[in-house]
């Protein structure tokens, strides 16, 4: 499912809201997850899971096609760990 396709759901299965404030709600939910994210805070939504910002260690890896050497600095990179209930539901689809 889409960014637009979820927008679309909203709308039609919630008479109240016009396509463009479900597009509203939408935006609003997904920017708060990534201002808290960028914050470094975990956000958790019971029954469906968690961010969070995991650290990724400075590491030396190697290009495939030439074989060099190269350094890959520390990084950060979020992580979504589902909840148990949602995790439930999709093993018994």
Same mark, same amino acid.
């Given at each position: 499912? $889409?960014?637009?396709? #979820?927008?679309?759901? #909203?709308?039609? %299965?919630?008479?109240? #809201?016009?396509? *463009? %404030? /479900? ?8 920017? /708060?997850? &990534?201002?808290?994210?960028? %914050?470094?805070?975990r956000v958790e939504i019971r029954g469906f899971g968690s @961010? $969070?910002? *995991?650290? *990724?260690?400075? &590491? ?6 030439t074989g060099e050497v190269v350094s890959i600095p520390v990084?950060?990179?979020? @992580? @979504? ?5 949602? &995790? %439930? *539901?999709?093993?018994?689809?």
């Amino acid at each position: 499912m $889409t960014k637009s396709e #979820l927008i679309e759901k #909203l709308s039609v %299965e919630n008479g109240l #809201l016009s396509k *463009r %404030e /479900s597009e509203m709600v939408v935006n609003t939910l997904l920017d /708060s997850i &990534r201002d808290a994210l960028v %914050e470094g805070e975990r956000v958790e939504i019971r029954g469906f899971g968690s @961010f $969070t910002v *995991r650290v *990724r260690d400075a &590491r030396e890896a190697r290009n495939p096609k030439t074989g060099e050497v190269v350094s890959i600095p520390v990084k950060k990179t979020a @992580f @979504f760990k589902t909840g148990k209930e949602l &995790r %439930e *539901r999709v093993d018994l689809e």
